[in-house]
């Protein structure tokens, strides 16, 4: 008699970052939208306000200073970050039980988060996403006109020092042109998928 062990495949974790106005979040709501894979964008939890047209559970977990540091005491994160007087962080049970489930969980994190993320889980598949200069993002960032100008100045310099880490991730994409940044995309996320099965 032969006794079959059914096994589940983990689904793949998939960093994506970048500075402000590299348009990682439109590739990422294309990626999502083919409905190709079984796979989710992890909504990561702020302390920061919500913005015009936010909602909270969908864009992300608005909480209170008190409650993410109660959370933060109690291991719940997976990685975290204060920038800007606001905390951001993964937590655990938007990746772990997804994962465990076999399906794919997309990290929208700058790179502080990232490296955590990194360190803690080898079987990650890192992007780093980028434009062809400065002054693409600050087009994009005008054109977003969700910032004040210092805000904007605070941004270009995040991004300079983002820039980088660029290196420390397994890829790199240009979003200079948006079909073709999907389309790098689109083939790295099925290897992803490909490795695990």
């Known amino acids: 008699m032969t006794t079959t062990i059914a096994s589940t495949v983990r689904g793949p974790l998939i960093i994506v970052s970048g500075p ?11 990626l999502l ?17 919500p913005r015009v047209g936010e909602t909270n559970g969908v864009d ?24 800007h007087g606001n905390y951001y962080g993964t937590l655990d049970r938007e990746v772990e039980p997804n994962r ?25 598949v890192s992007i780093f996403v980028y434009t062809s200069s400065l002054d693409h993002y600050e087009d994009r960032l005008r054109r977003r ?4 100008e ?12 983002e820039l980088s880490h660029a290196g420390e991730y397994q890829y790199q994409i240009l979003n200079d042109d948006l079909d073709a940044a999907t389309a790098r995309l689109v083939q790295i996320v099925d290897e992803a998928f490909s490795h695990g099965r």
Do not use: C
């Open 100 to 124: 465990v489930a076999g399906q794919g969980v997309i990290l929208d994190i700058d790179v502080q988060g990232a490296a955590q993320v990194r360190d803690k889980i080898p079987d990650h």
């Open 20 to 30: 402000s106005g590299t348009g990682k979040s439109t590739l990422i709501r294309r």
């Open 145 to 148: 006109g969700t910032e004040d």
């Open 33 to 49: 939208g083919m409905n190709r894979w079984p796979l989710r964008l992890s909504v990561s939890a702020t302390t920061r306000l």
């Open 60 to 83: 992300y977990h608005y909480w209170d200073r008190a409650g993410f540091e109660t959370a933060l005491a109690r291991g719940e994160f997976l990685e975290h970050a204060e920038v």
């Open 150 to 161: 210092a805000a904007i100045q605070r941004r270009l310099e995040d991004a300079r020092s």
